[in-house]
């Protein structure tokens, strides 16, 4: 066990009080494994390409959340307006701005903890069904075993929710800390949700966060998700998704990733129900030494369901991505249709990308298909832009935001596409 991962382990409560017994079991079964294999490392395929150096050198701590906060301290800036928004503050729970509707629950974690909130125990307890066992999955197990802060999410059957945003942010500190949260969502048959999710904090900010999102899509269910981040680049960013999908229903997540030092998010969605559908989709832009790991699966377990994989990268500088996708048809999934596509620029002879996209099919009837491609600009076309005027800094720009914006432009919201794709403009590395 690595240096770092003693400290973690050491820093974890030797002894779990408070609160029901299932959820001491969970936390003592969390510490348990945390204890016995510590964090994820190179040795673990899953994180073949992904290194946690950075933590190490940072002398990084087990952060606790906030104990009372200054009057006046506020998130950054929604991208967009909101019915109902969470700001979240080293991984706690901080307020609640906007009437929440009928048929929408928004609680702190431990409230509903506290509350017995229907259905959450056997939620909290599925993550173990789908976790593997070992190092490769640490951050899972870390998270449990400070299992409290967070958030619990109810949208009730045949409601529309509209949208919610939760603002992500820590605070500066001299010491960098590392931040554990969950966050529970349960949409019941026929319930509608929209969900914004967005990671800035103040600068000079080294603090890490590691956050477990667990969602059940209820029959017939609709659930839009987009996640949105720039952190600086002394920011870590881990995330876990788990999605569970009844019939009928339809997941659609957005991850755009715009900063971090380090970022890796883990994306995994069951469709155990026949007709259910999943689109994952993501744009990441690279520069400096920033990397980005996106590890996405879907599981097909039932027929007729639908599923699509589409990510686009540009990476500039000392920039690396990292892209493994993966889709699985299980036995009985018969008609099931899937398919995956990462396309990548390089802008730096420095820059890497790592992209692996995978197929695993165990039915009949299926229409499955895969692609992944690492290349540069197309030089013809940075010249025709240059024939109509512009630089060729500025056609390189250009054209380098129309290939992430094919992401953007997929979202429903037109507001926040456009919002988001002015960001990625902003933001985008130059060519070297």
């Excluded at 029901?20 to 079991?25: D, I, K, R």
């Excluded at 929440?100 to 125990?121: F, Q, W």
């Excluded at 500190?173 to 800035?200: G, H, K, W």
């Excluded at 008609?335 to 420095?350: K, P, V």
Aim: aromatic share 6%; with cysteine.
């Amino acid at each position: 066990m690595s240096e770092l991962s003693a400290a973690l382990a050491e820093a974890l409560p030797k002894h779990v009080e408070g609160g029901p017994e299932w959820l001491a079991s969970l936390r003592s079964n969390g510490a348990k494994q945390f204890r016995a294999h510590g964090l994820p490392s190179r040795k673990d395929e899953a994180w073949k390409y992904t290194g946690l150096t950075r933590l190490a050198e940072g002398n990084l701590q087990l952060g606790s959340g906030f104990e009372s906060w200054e009057s006046g301290l506020t998130n950054p800036k929604p991208l967009v307006e909101a019915d109902v928004q969470v700001n979240m503050l080293d991984g706690q729970f901080l307020e609640l701005v906007g009437d929440v509707p009928a048929g929408l629950t928004v609680l702190p974690l431990s409230v509903a903890i506290r509350d017995n909130a229907e259905g959450l125990k056997e939620l909290l307890e599925s993550l173990d069904e789908t976790s593997p066992k070992g190092s490769s999955d640490g951050f899972s197990a870390l998270n449990s075993a400070t299992l409290d802060a967070g958030l619990f999410i109810r949208v009730a059957s045949g409601v529309d929710a509209g949208k919610l945003s939760i603002s992500w942010s820590t605070r500066a500190v001299e010491t960098p800390l590392l931040f554990n949260s969950r966050v529970c969502v349960m949409l019941e048959e026929r319930a509608q949700m929209s969900l914004l999710e967005q990671f800035e904090s103040p600068d000079d900010n080294a603090n890490s966060s590691n956050i477990v999102l667990q969602i059940a899509v209820g029959q017939d269910a609709c659930f839009s998700h987009v996640r949105f981040q720039q952190e600086n680049d002394d920011a870590a960013i881990f995330t876990r998704t788990e999605v569970s999908q009844q019939s009928g229903s339809d997941y659609g997540y957005f991850g755009f990733d715009l900063g971090g030092g380090l970022v890796r998010h883990d994306l995994h969605s069951n469709l155990w129900g026949p007709g259910a559908k999943a689109a994952l989709n993501g744009a990441y832009l690279l520069d400096g030494n920033r990397h980005v790991d996106n590890h996405a699966r879907v599981d097909h377990r039932a027929p007729g369901g639908v599923s699509d994989q589409y990510f686009r990268g540009v990476a500039g500088g000392r920039g690396r991505a990292v892209f493994n996708t993966a889709v699985c048809v299980h036995p009985g999934a018969d008609e099931t249709e899937a398919t995956q596509s990462n396309a990548n620029i390089l802008l730096s002879a420095r820059a890497e990308v790592d992209t692996k996209p995978e197929l695993e099919i165990y039915a009949d009837e299926v229409v499955a298909s895969h692609g992944a491609t690492v290349g540069q600009l197309d030089e013809q076309a940075v010249f025709y832009m240059q024939s109509r005027g512009l630089s060729e800094a500025d056609a390189r720009q250009l054209l380098t935001t129309a290939f992430c914006r094919s992401v953007s432009d997929k979202l429903v919201d037109p507001v926040l596409s456009e919002v988001i794709s002015e960001r990625m403009m902003d933001v985008m590395p130059q060519a070297e």
